[in-house]
Nanobody, 120 residues
Framework: QVQLVESGGGLVQAGGSLRLSCAAS????????MDWYRQAPGKQRDLVAA???????NYADNVKGRFTISRDNAKNTVYLQMNSLKSEDTAIYYC??????????????WGQGTQVTVSS
């Protein structure tokens, strides 16, 4: 049983920075990857960044070069460092994990989301 808890969202001016954190807890056998999604009002939930178990990363084109995803494996925590924020980055950001839990069953879990608002 895995729970993801996000933190670090808030209000920031355009050009500023925020760091989001997501701590995973529970019965995790292995993590395949963790990633961040975001969803703006009236929009679908889109992938922002992902990091695999070996540390490889992928980014959405519209955040590449500005955002950095990282992990602290000892803490089962994933981070999203967001720099040079734009008003278009305003959204609820959701942490997501793809993992194998008990009995080796592949499962995914979502966090509750944290609001990021960029003022311009």
């Amino acid at each position: 049983q895995v729970q993801l808890v996000e933190s670090g969202g808030g209000l920031v001016q355009a050009g500023g920075s925020l760091r989001l954190s997501c701590a995973a807890s529970g019965n995790i056998f292995s993590i395949n990857f963790m990633d961040w999604y975001r969803q703006a009002p009236g929009k679908q939930r889109d992938l922002v960044a992902a990091i695999t178990n070996d540390g490889s990363t992928n980014y959405a084109d519209n955040v590449k070069g500005r955002f950095t995803i990282s992990r602290d494996n000892a803490k089962n925590t994933v981070y999203l460092q967001m720099n040079s924020l734009k008003s278009e980055d305003t959204a609820i950001y959701y942490c997501h994990a793809d993992y194998r839990g008990r009995l080796g069953v592949r499962t995914s879990s979502w966090g509750q989301g944290t609001q990021v608002t960029v003022s311009s």
